[in-house]
Structure formats: structure tokens, C-alpha cells
């Protein structure tokens, strides 16, 4: 056998705590690439491509993430490890060779070059562990769930940001994953999505940032402008207090994203940064844009942005908002194609697009989007149920209807009605989204064990296109189809579980959300 060949079918070996064995897959056949291609500031600079063209692994621990970077033959090696399960410190231990710099608290991307990170089957979900990128370049990071990392407390990972880079990084695409927290910094958390030290081409797209203190920044302290050619588009911001993100230095484009309940300060463009911002809607928020917490100026450039009922604070010494009237105070060229959504359509593009497990979605640019291209993994499907099922047979279930005893809440409500309508027993009260598209979850407080659904809808609603049901603890999709009836899937504990719509003809009206456990 040749020494190439040998090299793709060698397996890795298993890790010092027993991680079971995870075998690199044969070339070319089995080779697998991230789902797309940049656009933005990473496909700059000799573009993004991570580990096209390399073995494929699959990893159900961050231990076996690990042992995948370190079995290459270089550090610069191609590699594609697609990702299913939870990520966790119980299942993380730092692995040593030659092409590799691991650590035991975090996912660590170091002195490395050329991997993808994708998540497939059911969900990947980096639960309290962050993904740190560090003296690194060409790597893709797509559809996983990274969530709860804490700087204080315990237990701790990369500095209390989900996805951090510094020191000399490169070329990043990290595309549909979706950040979040469970609080600020008082809670023992950082930021989202940081870069610093010299990070510059890099696209953060079609993702989902949450419940944080702080969004991100560029550049860790008014000297770090170092930074520069960050692409933010298609993203949804929702319940953050601010940097969303902080730009130091550098400059940075920000389209067609959608702001929700930004509760301080939005783009905070300071200290020489320059940033064009254009054809994004901002809603329920204060502040959005400007230079805030700082008397060193940064600039704008703004075009066809939406301001929904935005609040703005007075201008003041170490406060320069950029409404009400938003002005251009510079100009920024750009120096790639991309289309734009025109803003008034961005909530409804987001919503169907942004976040781990929606199908890698994208914008056609028309105020439309692509169908679903869930990644499949190139390795035997798991034993756990994959995301794509047959419409659900309309079959009443046997049994209790747990939703009677349970609380909801949801991505968003129409007036006039309520998260509780759809577990009240009542057919003649319902909840519907306020856009066509949305997301409704029934909930307890203790695990609770479901096998099935019933969605029944009230008429004069839309009628439902797609949907995914997620297992709501830890974003895992336990079916996909469409349409309204009894959806069953593998028994499942959990204490929340949500009903996603992704598409629809308009708002549907769900007027009970029923669970049963068989």
C-alpha cells in the first residue's frame, strides 16, 4: 500500500481516558467539505477553504477532536472532523503530537492551518466549552451550537467567550452556528465572539448570538487596532447588552443582520475604526450605532438600515450616538460581490437562515432563501434518529397530554395572543408568530420523558411549509417535516421542548401544542 493511501485509512489511536476510536475515512471517496463558500472578508486574502480536499473524521467527544488535529501528518494537513452529540469537560482531555497544541478545557485550534469543524445528524453542541483559534488561518467552524462558557465560576473555558481568536490569526468562516449564554459578566460569562492581537479576514455569517452581555469585540484595548476585514452578515443579535460588536481600529462590514432588544449599545465603532453598515434592521433596541464608553472616535458609513423603534441617548463626553438622523462620517470600499436583502425583509431572511440546525440555509439576495442542506455525515448514519423523517401520520396519540401541566413560551407572539393558548385544552384559543415564520416550546421543571407531538392548528392561520422539532435543552433536532398533526420520534428526556417553524404560506395559528410520552 502506498504511503499516501496508508496515511488515509489510518485510524486514531484511543485517547487516554478510553475514547472509543475514530478512523480518517478514504480519499478522494469519503471527502467532505463545509456546505458552501464564504462571502465576506474570508474569502479575501487567498480565500477560506479549512479542510477541503482532506481526510474526513467524525467525533462524538472533544477528546476525539483532538486526536483527529494530532494524528495528521502536519499541522497544516487538511482535515474535515464533522462533529454529532455534546462537547463537554467530562469528554475533553488535551492530546499531545506534532501537529497539534491541545488544552483540556477548550477546543484548541493553535498553530494549526486548513481544518473544518462542521456539526451533522442530530446536532453538535459545545456545551460550556468554548473553541479557541489561536496563531492559526484557514479554518471553518459551521452548524454547531456553542453555549454557557464561563471566565468565572466553574467550570472554566477559553476565557469566557464561545468562539475566540488571537495572536496572529487568518482567514476564519465560522457560518450557521449559533452563541449564547445565560447572562453578563456578573454571571461568569465574557463574549460571543472576540477577535484580538491580530485577527483580521474573517466572516461571521448566517448565525445566532444570545442572551449575553456582550456580543463581541474587535481588538481587546484601544491600542489592539490591529484587527481588521471582519464580515458580519445575516446574523441574529437578540437580548444582548452591547458590543454587537465593539470595533477597535480596522474596518468591518455589517449587512442585512438583524437586531433585537440590543438593551445598552449596539456597533460600537471606536478608536479609528471604520465600519459600513447598511441594509440592517434594528428593532426594540438602544443605541445601535455609534462611539460609546470612549472619547477616541471611530467612524461609520451607513445605507437602507431599518431603526424600529430604537432609543437614543444624548451625545456627552464619552458618549457619540449616531441617531437619531443616521449620517455617514466616513466612506468604506468593498472589495468582494455580495448581494443584499433589502432591510425591510432581513427578519423574516433571518429567522429562516441564521443558527445552528436550520438546514444551512442562506439569502438568495431577493428577499428568498435556499431550501435546507443539512450536512450528512460521510460515516454510518448513528443510532439516533436523523434530522429528515416522513410527514407525520395525523394519528390522535394514547395517553396523557402533558402540555396540560406544563408552562410555553416562544420566539415571538402576534397580538392578541398567548405562549399558553397552545396547553390550555382549548381548540378555540391559539398562538401565532408575528411574521410567518417562529417558534413555540412547552416546558417543565423537571425532565420529563416525550416520544410525540400533536400540532393542531386554528383555521385562518398560514399553512405550515417546514419545521423542526428541537430538543430545546440542548438544540437537538429530533425531526424535521412539514406541515401541522402527530410528529413522533425517538423517546426523549427533556424539560423543554420547542416547535420551530421555518417556513410557512403566512403566520399559522397552533392552537394546541400536545405532548405525550408514547
Known amino acids: 500500500m502506498k504511503r499516501s493511501a496508508k496515511r488515509a485509512l489510518v485510524a486514531l489511536a484511543t485517547g487516554a481516558t478510553g475514547a472509543a476510536i475514530v ?56 482535515i474535515t472532523i464533522e462533529v454529532s452529540g455534546t462537547i463537554n469537560h467530562g469528554n475533553t482531555t488535551k492530546v499531545s503530537g506534532d501537529s497539534c497544541n491541545t488544552a483540556a478545557d477548550r477546543i484548541e485550534l493553535k498553530q494549526i492551518s486548513n481544518v473544518t469543524i462542521i456539526g451533522v445528524g442530530g446536532g453538535a453542541v459545545f456545551d460550556q466549552l468554548g473553541i479557541h483559534i489561536r496563531d492559526s488561518s484557514n479554518i471553518i467552524i459551521q452548524n454547531v451550537t456553542v453555549r454557557n462558557v464561563k471566565k ?34 456578573a454571571e461568569g460569562y465574557d463574549g460571543l465572539f472576540d477577535m484580538k492581537d491580530d485577527t483580521q479576514y474573517v466572516t461571521l455569517s448566517y448565525s445566532v448570538l444570545r442572551n449575553s452581555g456582550r456580543g463581541g469585540l474587535i481588538g481587546s484595548s484601544e491600542s489592539d487596532t490591529g484587527n481588521s476585514f471582519i464580515t458580519f452578515h445575516h446574523n441574529r443579535y437578540e437580548n444582548i447588552d452591547s458590543r454587537t460588536p465593539l470595533l477597535r481600529g480596522g474596518v468591518a462590514h455589517i449587512f442585512n443582520n438583524y437586531y433585537y432588544s440590543l438593551n445598552e449599545s449596539g456597533i460600537n465603532s471606536r478608536a479609528g475604526a471604520r465600519a459600513k453598515v447598511e441594509n440592517n434592521y434594528f428593532e426594540d433596541s438602544k443605541d445601535v450605532l455609534g462611539t460609546f464608553y470612549t472619547d477616541q472616535a471611530g467612524y461609520w458609513e451607513v445605507a437602507g438600515n431599518i431603526l424600529d423603534n430604537v432609543t437614543w441617548s444624548a451625545p456627552g463626553e464619552d458618549t457619540n450616538p449616531a441617531g437619531p438622523n443616521l449620517t455617514s462620517t466616513t466612506s468604506v470600499s468593498i472589495p468582494y460581490a455580495y448581494r443584499l436583502d433589502g432591510a425591510a425583509c432581513v427578519p423574516d431572511v433571518v429567522r429562516q437562515t441564521a443558527g445552528a440546525n436550520t438546514g444551512i440555509r442562506t439569502s438568495t439576495g431577493n428577499c428568498s432563501t435556499t431550501g435546507p442542506t443539512t450536512p450528512t455525515p460521510t460515516t454510518p448514519t448513528p443510532t ?77 392561520g398560514g399553512t405550515i411549509g417546514a419545521y423542526r422539532v428541537l430538543n430545546a435543552d440542548t438544540g437537538a433536532v429530533l425531526k424535521t417535516g412539514s406541515g401541522a398533526g402527530v410528529i413522533t420520534f425517538t423517546p426523549t428526556s427533556l424539560k423543554k421542548i420547542t416547535f420551530e417553524i421555518t417556513s410557512a404560506t403566512a403566520a399559522p395559528r397552533i392552537a394546541e401544542f400536545e405532548t405525550y410520552a408514547s
Do not use: F
Not at 40 to 64: D, E, F, H, I, L
Not at 157 to 163: P, R, T, V, Y
Not at 409 to 438: E, F, H, L, M, R
Open 384 to 460: 439516533t434518529p436523523g434530522p429528515t423523517t416522513p410527514t407525520p401520520t395525523p394519528t390522535q396519540p394514547s395517553g396523557t397530554n402533558l402540555s396540560l401541566s406544563a408552562g410555553a413560551d416562544g420566539s415571538s407572539k402576534a397580538s392578541g395572543t398567548s405562549y399558553g393558548n397552545v396547553k390550555d385544552g382549548n381548540a378555540s384559543t391559539y398562538w401565532a408568530p408575528n411574521a410567518a415564520t417562529g417558534s413555540i416550546s412547552v416546558k417543565w421543571g423537571s425532565a420529563t420523558t416525550v416520544s410525540r407531538i400533536n400540532i393542531r392548528t386554528a383555521s385562518g
Open 23 to 78: 478512523a480518517a475515512l478514504p480519499l478522494p471517496q469519503a471527502s467532505a467539505a463545509a456546505v458552501g463558500t464564504a462571502t465576506g472578508y474570508a474569502s479575501q486574502n487567498g480565500g477560506t477553504t479549512g479542510g477541503n480536499g482532506g481526510a474526513t473524521v467524525r467525533a462524538t467527544t472533544g477528546t476525539q477532536i483532538h486526536q483527529a488535529l494530532c494524528s495528521r501528518a502536519s499541522s497544516s494537513t487538511p
Open 152 to 185: 468565572s465560576g466553574s467550570p472554566l473555558s477559553n476565557g469566557g467567550d464561545a468562539i475566540g481568536m488571537e495572536s496572529t490569526v487568518r482567514n476564519v468562516w465560522v457560518d450557521h452556528v449559533t452563541l449564547e449564554a445565560s447572562g453578563g459578566e
